[in-house]
């Protein structure tokens, strides 16, 4: 199976939809999650716009020097078949015969002039013509038009005439000309070609097809120069007046059919505008025209899109007229025509054409209005267009929105007025980007003061917790320490000394190392259970520790104080808080005692008033 006819690098796209907007079917398609387009194959008609009017070179097609080289490589006879064209083309030699031989330097057996198959083919609607019988036909020598037909108007099937290409024809003459067996490679200026060689097989088969742009890589590949060549004819049968094929009404002049605007049958139309409006006008008002159609879909066949860029189309159009008035000066009629009678004797020139419609149906009205308020386009004034999308009309270009081919950002106005919404939208986003900024500048500034007072206020706690005569140490949640007092370490002894003198203050150092277990769980207490431990005391050593430890953060941080209680101001300061501590709890007992005494005597007291009072009642009543 073929390779696609087109194709886009995705990564040579500049993402200008120039190719979208050219394209005549909307085979492009811009889909609305990606951005760079594709093509849709099944739609392409091969007319090659999309190749000619992208400026980066991103869009390619159907390489076909791989296959010729092959071919030229292999065993078999490999005649070229070289479309009239190539006059055009090759303004930069000097004379035809030279271009003739460096395409046998390549190794072609046989190199004949499609001109001559343009003289056959000529003939057959000279008949096709002037026997009217009702029906008008659209010639079937482009490949672009046919397929664009066969799927997009494939009501007009019936009205292609029935006449196969000149390169179909050649394709045939050749075989019948080196027999059965021979390769045929025509050489020419249509993409479109590629894929119409693939529709036929036996003796109308076409092996391989080359633009004028890939001979060219093909010349420069194997280093084949004009200067380097001697001259070459093309192999006969040569063509006669089918040599002006590459203007479009040079069929007509070959076929001897008038053009004549009162008297002539038929009407040629050349270029993508022209030729869609043709086809719109023969399918619609063929009865009032009257007229057969001679389209080509590139302005003339010199100007396709298989040549080189840059050529112009009068130099072009002059080059063919000189190179067949040049040939025909001494050209042999009767040898041209007993050749014709041959030939076109054996020739099946015999068309046939294959509907492949690839409409989409027409989405709901209502969709289409949807889209088109979407895009601004409220009022009737509004929906004329631009053209700017590729389409006619804003309603046409909302149609092929809501099919799928295209999206609402390929209409210039939407696009225009959503960047200025856009920029809108970033010029008032940036002016509260610019406040907040301010605002943080403020803070920042503002928390750096803090910090800086944060840092003070730390800097003289830390200097004042080191002059604390008692240990202080400060521990974290997993028993490291944050902090701790000179005192502190002195308590702890030589050991810690040396910890210190490597780590000042011990910090990190895990609590369980440098204090005993006793200690350690009180800390761990304090953790888990956030509750105060005060005045517990702990022997270390030949010591006695007073502790006190306490949480600071809950469940984070905690902190203890430490005190030897052995040290002569220590002891005297305890001796002395302890015994207010005995003196002030023995006061409290006697006060106690003395109320429950005091309550004991006053209950006594009432209960003997109560047995005295009882008495004094009885002995009243005992009196006569």
């Known amino acids: 199976m073929a390779s696609p006819l087109i194709s886009i690098d995705s990564a040579k796209c500049k993402i200008c939809y120039a190719c979208v907007r050219v394209c005549p079917v909307n085979a492009i398609q811009v889909k609305a999650n990606q951005e760079v387009p594709v093509v849709i194959h099944d739609r392409c008609i091969g007319c090659g716009s999309c190749v000619v009017v992208c400026a980066p070179d991103a869009i390619s097609y159907r390489d076909g020097t791989r296959e010729v ?48 198959g343009v003289d056959m083919v000529a003939g057959k609607y000279r008949e096709l013509f002037t026997n009217f019988l009702g029906r008008y036909y659209i010639t079937t020598n482009c490949p672009p038009v046919v397929s664009l037909i066969e799927k997009f108007h494939p009501e007009l099937i019936d009205n292609l005439a029935p006449i196969v290409s000149p390169m179909i024809a050649t394709a045939q003459l050749a075989r019948q000309l080196y027999g059965p067996s021979t390769k045929v490679v025509y050489i020419g200026p249509c993409i479109g070609a590629k894929d119409e060689a693939l529709r036929f097989d036996g003796s109308s088969k076409v092996d391989a097809v080359l633009t004028f742009v890939e001979l060219r890589n093909l010349f420069q590949e194997f280093n084949i120069k004009e200067s380097t060549v001697e001259y070459s004819d093309f192999d006969p049968p040569l063509g006669y007046k089918g040599s002006l094929y590459a203007v479009s009404n040079g069929l007509l002049q070959a076929a001897g059919l008038s053009e004549d605007l009162m008297n002539g049958s038929t009407i040629t139309a050349e270029g993508r505008d022209d030729v869609l409006e043709a086809i719109r006008e023969f399918e619609t008002r063929i009865e009032f025209i009257r007229k057969n159609f001679n389209l080509f879909y590139c302005e003339g066949c010199l100007m396709g899109p298989g040549t080189s860029k840059g050529g112009k189309k009068f130099a072009r159009k002059t080059l063919v007229t000189d190179y067949a008035n040049k040939k025909l000066k001494d050209f042999n009629v009767n040898t041209w025509e007993k050749a014709c009678g041959k030939h076109a004797a054996t020739i099946d020139f015999n068309a046939l054409f294959t509907v492949d419609d690839q409409r989409l149906p027409d989405p709901p009205e209502a969709k289409v209005e949807e889209i088109l308020k979407v895009i601004g386009k409220n009022q009737e004034s509004e929906k004329l267009g631009c053209g700017a999308c590729g389409y006619e009309s804003c309603h046409e270009f909302a149609v092929n929105v809501a099919k799928g081919l295209t999206k609402t950002d390929m209409c210039i106005t939407y696009s225009l007025k959503s960047k200025h919404d856009f920029i809108k939208a970033l010029k008032q986003t940036n002016e509260k980007l610019n406040r907040t900024q301010d605002a943080l500048l403020t803070s920042e500034q503002k928390a750096r003061q803090e910090q800086q007072l944060a840092q003070e206020a730390l800097e003289r706690t830390s200097a004042m917790l080191q002059k604390l005569p ?110 207010t501590e005995v003196i002030d709890e023995n006061l409290n007992l006697v006060q106690q005692i003395a109320f429950l005494l005091g309550e004991g005597a006053s209950k006594t007291e009432r209960m003997l008033n109560s047995i005295i009072e009882s008495h004094k009642s009885g002995k009243s009543q005992q009196k006569p």
């Open 69 to 116: 080289k092959e071919l030229l490589a292999s065993d078999e006879k490999v005649a070229a078949i070289v479309a009239p064209s190539i006059s055009g083309e090759f303004d930069d030699i000097t004379d035809y015969r030279k271009f003739v031989r460096m395409i046998r330097e390549l190794g072609f057996d046989y190199v004949n002039e499609v001109s001559f």
């Open 470 to 579: 008692s240990a202080i140490v400060i521990v974290d949640s997993s028993l490291k320490v944050i902090e701790s007092n000179q005192s502190f370490i002195n308590i702890l002894g030589e050991d810690a000394a040396d910890i210190n003198d490597i780590i000042p203050g011990l910090v990190g150092a895990d609590l369980k190392t440098l204090v005993p277990f006793q200690i350690y769980k009180l800390f761990t207490s304090v953790i888990s259970n956030n509750e105060n431990l005060l005045n517990r005391d702990v022997p270390l050593g030949d010591r006695l520790l007073n502790v006190s430890v306490f949480s600071i953060k809950k469940g984070e941080i905690a902190g203890a104080v430490l005190r030897d209680m052995y040290l002569p101001e220590v002891r005297k300061e305890e001796v002395i808080n302890r015994v």
